[in-house]
T-cell receptor, first 111, second 113 residues
């Protein structure tokens, strides 16, 4: 799997958009970008994933650069409940069963 | 609502004792997984199962055992052979083991008395 690099922490004001960057410069053509988050003492929660195109769901948007070497997760209107560790991972689409989280980004949403 | 249920949330084990962690899902997922999470070490795969009555070892299977007699259930037994069992155990499931995302339960925290 390609390695990812994320900032260790970031703060965000409640109600504002949170933009979480992720670098994955060694990503291969058939690897997907996934985002999960983990609130303290809970299981990881799947947020979104994508291959090339930008993706949006009810939780967030995923913007992937044209060269696919980096991506940004956007939480459009952060709330206090979005305070969590956010993990960006890349993995193959087939027969790649093992998830491997790095250190992630600790996001703190402040009132 | 569909989801993954892990029980108990907290579990204490005495030395030399086997304990079983429960994982049930009603998402109709074929694949199920057990991970262990330790502080500062991320996730490590213990076992996974693609279909009923079949399972494979992950990276740290020693001292653990599983069964998959029903599609919905994938219990994990932490045996006395596991010398450092204190950890946060996470169960996950997915429709297949490919690109579709894995969904997690809320975990069981196991401690040694």
């Amino acid at each position: 799997d390609a390695k990812t690099t994320q900032p260790p922490s970031m703060d965000c004001a409640e109600g504002r958009a949170a933009n979480l960057p992720c670098n994955h410069s060694t990503i291969s053509g058939n690897e997907y970008v996934y985002w999960y988050r983990q609130i303290h003492s809970q299981g990881p929660q799947y947020i979104i994933h994508g291959l090339k195109n930008n993706e949006t769901n009810e939780m967030a948007s995923l913007i992937i650069t044209e060269d696919r070497k980096s991506s940004t997760l956007i939480l459009p209107h952060a709330t206090l409940r979005d305070t969590a560790v956010y993990y960006c991972i890349v993995r193959l689409g087939s027969n790649d069963y093992k998830l491997s989280f790095g250190a992630g980004t600790t996001v703190t949403v402040r009132a | 609502d569909g989801g993954i249920t892990q029980s108990p949330k907290y579990l204490f084990r005495k030395e030399g004792q086997n304990v079983t962690l429960s994982c049930e899902q009603n998402l109709n997922h074929d694949a199920m997984y057990w991970y262990r999470q330790d502080p500062g070490q991320g996730l490590r795969l213990i076992y996974y199962s693609q279909i009923v009555n079949d399972f494979q070892k992950g990276d740290i299977a020693e001292g653990y055992s599983v069964s998959r007699e029903k599609k919905e259930s994938f219990p994990l037994t932490v045996t006395s052979a596991q010398k450092n069992p204190t950890a946060f155990y996470l169960c996950a499931s997915s429709f297949d083991r490919g690109r579709l995302p894995q969904h997690f339960g809320d975990g069981t925290r196991l401690s040694i008395l």
